[in-house]
């Protein structure tokens, strides 16, 4: 934890830098371990994305299971505000993420009532609306086609403007939105609207009792976790060259939901990054071993819930953290802490 | 006129009728107890007026202004506080951060996302005072869940008095507890009540008739008796509840 009395600790931490140290320098490394560009920007893409999704589910505890419709619904309105309006990169993420959040206000409107399994029902519900809208509405959406040929345009800053046309520039873009996106809601859980988030998580009732307007606060929540999966789905768009149905898939839902606890995001803030990163090497170097690599993810992931529910970040928490960390908070918490404030 | 007035408050659940032309009065400043059976509809009674429940008949007045049927945060943004007889608090959070999201000015900052609470000085000392207050001086950084039983029943009790009400109701405060906890938390209660108006649901009968101004009984969701502890004592319930041994 940073110095709380120290300005620029309040936005930036040591883990915030660390993780820019490794994201930042990935295109540099990522072909010597043997990977490859795209995949560092697929993580990316699904970093932010899976970081918004755990304002509700890690820290809200609001489990949405249709937020694979918001990633696809940015992807489509970057490419129509490409194709339709301005082809320039600013405007047109900007649009998908307003257009994202309007779809994710009526989504929330419906929702912010609920809790628990009624809310996760309702979430499924309306992720499967917009995943038949999408598909009937072939005019804006291509429908089973899809919206092809979206441009990655220039970033452009008014006096010059930089290209990003091969996947490794395409990263450099989706980082530097990343590092916009963690410090902002690194920043957003620590303030009193994501504390009182929290305390909605461990008792909605008593908030309410406090004078807390419960609704308005789940709301916010939902709309803001919607334009972070916005943004995402515009680099998506841009890192695919198109926009396509199957994101929008009840299974997609599904995966950022694995992902984000797989990674302990019920206790870490980081939560959702371990799992994506562990979700996509798993992919990549088990399925080069057997189609079948979904099962052992799967079994991997019934393994830690069953033995380590706090995930991938509770387990560095016990080993690196633990050595790193200098106060005496090895005493070990008669509790696996629940609360992902770090 | 008082501050909190509830006339003739009517609540059933299906078929079965819980308060039945229930009316209430508490005046200001003063503490109110609240006794009867388990089951009496007390809690219910409670649920009713902080705004859980809608009264299904009736009208609620708090300072003039009818309040019946609001939702529960109007309700307590209108300074009505109350603590839970099945304790209530934020497990995962520190008894000091308990305290402070009661706090009306960190209410009045919920919507801010890029304030730091644990760098505002002003919440964080009030929220320490309230603490030492109730006793819990040196357990600010205790996360809720790690503290004793009667720990956390005063937490409770801290964090419905951060919300500076001006009502305070409590369900059952000193439920659990041993009669030294229950002494602690009756001199809390005898310290808060000088300027505070406090409604008390109580089973422990020493405890309510030491320290009321005024005791309501009710029974099968109905005022049966109401007076002075003194005038009670002669009250035919209260004395079937063995009280006869306190006079
Ligand atoms: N939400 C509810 N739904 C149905 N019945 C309820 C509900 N709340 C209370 N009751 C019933 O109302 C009666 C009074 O309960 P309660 O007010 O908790 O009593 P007390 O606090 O006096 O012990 C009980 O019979 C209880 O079962
Ligand atoms: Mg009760």
Redesign the pocket.
């Given at each position: 934890m940073s110095d709380a009395r120290n300005p620029v600790g309040r936005w930036i931490t040591l883990p915030i830098l660390a993780s820019f140290a490794v994201f930042g320098t990935l295109p540099y490394w990522v072909e010597a371990v043997g990977l490859y560009q795209y995949l560092g920007l697929e993580i990316m893409v699904w970093v932010i994305f899976a970081l918004g999704y755990n304002l509700l589910l890690g820290y809200g505890g609001l489990p949405s299971f249709g937020h694979g419709a918001f990633i696809g619904i940015g992807a489509y309105a970057f490419g129509v505000a490409q194709f339709h309006f301005i082809p320039n990169l600013w405007i047109c993420l900007l649009a998908a993420i307003i257009i994202t959040g309007l779809c994710g206000l009526a989504a929330a409107l419906l929702v912010s009532r609920r809790r628990g399994i009624y809310f996760a029902l309702m979430t499924i519900a309306i992720g499967q609306v917009f995943f038949f809208i999408a598909s009937k509405w072939t005019s804006v959406t291509g429908g089973e086609d899809g919206l092809l040929n979206i441009q990655r345009l220039p970033v452009d800053f008014g006096l010059f403007s930089i290209d990003i046309q091969d996947t490794a520039s395409l990263y450099y873009l989706a980082f530097a939105l990343y590092a916009v996106v963690v410090v902002l809601l690194w920043r957003l859980v620590h303030s009193p609207f994501g504390r009182i988030l929290g305390a909605i998580r461990q008792n909605e009732e008593r908030v309410r009792f406090l004078g807390y307007n419960v609704f308005i606060y789940k709301a916010i929540a939902f709309i803001l976790s919607t334009m972070v999966a916005g943004l995402a789905g515009g680099l998506f768009a841009m890192a695919q060259e198109g926009a396509y149905i199957q994101i929008m898939n009840l299974q997609w839902s599904g995966t950022v939901v694995l992902m984000t606890l797989i990674g302990g995001g019920l206790v870490s803030f980081w939560g959702p990054v371990f799992g994506v990163v562990l979700y996509f090497i798993a992919r990549d170097i088990l399925g080069a071993y057997t189609e079948a690599w979904l099962l052992w993810f799967g079994l991997m992931f019934m393994l830690l819930v069953m033995f380590k529910p706090e995930g991938l970040a509770g387990i560095w928490r016990d080993t690196v953290g633990g050595l790193v960390r200098r106060k005496p908070a090895a005493a070990p918490s008669p509790h696996p802490n629940q609360s992902p404030a770090e | 006129m008082a501050l909190l007035e509830a006339h003739h408050i009517h609540k059933r659940?299906?078929d079965?009728v819980?308060l039945e032309n229930i009316t209430l009065a508490f005046e200001e400043n003063r503490l109110n107890g609240i006794m009867?059976p388990?089951?009496?509809?007390?809690?219910?009674?409670f649920?009713v007026l902080t705004g859980r429940?809608k009264p299904d008949r009736g009208r609620i007045v708090f300072d003039g202004e009818d309040i019946g049927g609001l939702p529960p945060h109007k309700i307590a943004r209108k300074g009505i506080a109350r603590s839970f007889?099945l304790m209530n608090l934020f497990d995962q959070y520190t008894a000091i951060e308990n305290i402070t999201l009661a706090l009306p000015e960190v209410r009045a900052r919920g919507m801010s996302m890029m304030h730091d609470l644990s760098t505002d000085g002003e919440t964080g000392d009030k929220a320490a005072g309230i603490l030492a207050r109730i006793g819990l001086a040196g357990k600010e950084r205790v996360e809720a869940r790690d503290l004793s039983y009667g720990e956390r029943r005063a937490l409770e009790i801290g964090v419905a008095l951060a919300a500076a009400p001006r009502i305070l109701f409590l369900d059952e405060p000193t439920a659990g507890l041993g009669a030294e906890a229950t002494g602690s938390i009756a001199e809390l209660i005898a310290e808060i009540r000088r300027d505070l108006t406090i409604v008390i649901?109580e089973h422990d009968m020493q405890f309510l008739f030491g320290l009321a101004d005024k005791i309501t009984v009710?029974h099968w969701g109905q005022v049966i008796a109401e007076g002075t502890p003194a005038s009670l004592q002669e009250d035919e319930w209260v004395k079937r509840s063995s009280l006869g041994g306190l006079a």
């Open positions: - | 659940f299906g079965q819980v009867g388990n089951g009496a509809g007390k809690t219910t009674c649920n429940y007889q649901i009710i």
